[in-house]
T-cell receptor, first 110, second 114 residues
Framework: RKEVEQDPGPFNVPEGATVAFNCTYS??????FFWYRQDCRKEPKLLMS?????NEDGRFTAQLNRASQYISLLIRDSKLSDSATYLC???????????WGAGTKLIIKP | NAGVTQTPKFQVLKTGQSMTLQCAQD?????MYWYRQDPGMGLRLIYYSASEGTTDKGEVPNGYNVSRLNKREFSLRLESAAPSQTSVYFC?????????????FGDGTRLSIL
């Protein structure tokens, strides 16, 4: 089992719709979680950190489910500009290295 | 407001050639990282430097060396390039080496080894 797994997609979603995708992780002791966004042929950029209580930033909501070992990202009222690959990132507790998922590709269609 | 700057942006090498990828950050971050990104895979850590004067191996260090020249600069060297090293290379930095700190990335170096 990979340490961090994501559905590669692509998710094809009409503009204005709500879309959600999950990321599962294997190390139950993981402490820190992030969602990054990566546009085609660009560098990853931090979208949001994921806190135990869940957090929201505008149209984006991130949740952590420790019991089932997954994090989720919900995007409401999707925009064309949300088209990108979303990378799930997890920190195992024993070192200073982040573990990156391969990403979920999202395509928002007009 | 440069952030993390990588040079070069593109490079084509022949097998066996050597080269150095340069990275500099102007955010006064203590920690710096080198990753490679291959299709269908997550970013994989090659080397990192938790603070000036220290470097450590990541997940895929074979075939690479690094130098933390000063607080700002962290270079990655391929001594004898191999086709398996064809990839996109990203440099990143963070305030500290603790993994709860977000990382900031340069815009990448696309490297092809023929």
């Amino acid at each position: 089992r990979k340490e961090v797994e994501q559905d590669p997609g692509p998710f094809n979603v009409p503009e204005g719709a709500t879309v959600a995708f999950n990321c599962t992780y294997s190390n139950s002791a993981s402490q820190s979680f992030f969602w990054y966004r990566q546009d085609c042929r660009k560098e990853p950029k931090l979208l949001m950190s994921v806190y135990s209580s869940g957090n929201e930033d505008g149209r984006f909501t991130a949740q952590l489910n420790r019991a089932s070992q997954y994090i989720s990202l919900l995007i409401r009222d999707s925009k064309l500009s949300d088209s990108a690959t979303y990378l799930c990132v997890v920190n195992p507790p024993s070192n200073y290295q982040l573990i990156w998922g391969a990403g979920t590709k999202l395509i928002i269609k007009p | 407001n440069a952030g993390v700057t990588q040079t070069p942006k593109f490079q084509v090498l022949k097998t066996g050639q050597s080269m150095t990828l340069q990275c500099a950050q102007d955010m006064n971050h203590n920690s710096m990282y080198w990753y490679r990104q291959d299709p269908g895979m997550g970013l994989r850590l090659i080397y990192y430097s938790a603070s000036e004067g220290t470097t450590d191996k990541g997940e895929v260090p074979n075939g690479y060396n690094v130098s933390r020249l000063n607080k700002r600069e962290f270079s990655l060297r391929l001594e004898s390039a191999a086709p398996s090293q064809t990839s996109v290379y990203f440099c990143a930095s963070s305030v500290t080496g603790y993994s709860n700190q977000p990382q900031h990335f340069g815009d990448g170096t696309r490297l092809s080894i023929l």
